[in-house]
């Protein structure tokens, strides 16, 4: 677990850094780029604690049990209720981006519904042809990837 050096910053340098801070995170551009900043500014177990507590924000938001999280999650009560908390009481930062992941998520599972009804409209296809085989392997792509939402 990370500690925090108990010398304190003098709170206007603190808030300084603060600003910079989110002005950096605001100006990255791609997720190649996010991605390596966010590996080289956190360890390996930061990185795993807020992971884990977006997903907490998500479960709770749609409705899952702190039984059911506390079992998928492996994370203690305590930081449950803490997130939820923070859902509940917090300044809107968590609930604002939960609710940009599922509204992704929605249609994510609307253009994979749109497509699988085109592909089911779509003539059949010459067993063991080229076009069979694309046809298929579409078809279990589009399966993978709704397993893999309704998992989460």
């Keep these: ?19 910079i801070f989110l002005k950096t995170i ?3 551009k791609t997720s190649i780029d996010a991605r390596n900043f966010i590996k080289d500014i956190l360890s390996p177990a930061e990185r795993v604690m807020i992971m884990k507590r977006l997903a907490i924000a998500v479960l709770l938001t749609k409705g899952k049990t702190y039984e059911y ?7 203690s009560r305590a930081t449950i209720m803490s997130v939820s908390l923070w859902l509940k009481h917090g300044k809107g930062g968590y609930g604002k ?3 940009n992941i599922l509204k992704a998520r929605n249609r994510e599972a609307l253009l994979d519904k749109v497509e699988e009804i085109l592909l089911r409209l779509s003539p059949p296809k010459r067993f063991g042809s ?7 392997q579409k078809g ?13």
């Excluded at 999280?69 to 994370?75: G, M, P, Q, R, W």
């Excluded at 792509?141 to 998992?151: A, G, I, Q």
């Design 1 to 19: 677990m990370s500690k925090i050096s108990r010398r304190l910053l003098d709170k206007e340098l603190e808030n300084r850094i603060f600003e």
């Design 140 to 152: 279990k792509e589009l399966f993978r990837s709704r397993l893999k939402r309704e998992k989460f």
């Design 26 to 28: 605001v100006d990255i």
């Design 130 to 136: 080229p076009e069979f085989e694309k046809k298929r």
């Design 69 to 75: 999280i506390d079992h998928t999650l492996k994370v």
């Design 97 to 99: 981006v939960v609710d």
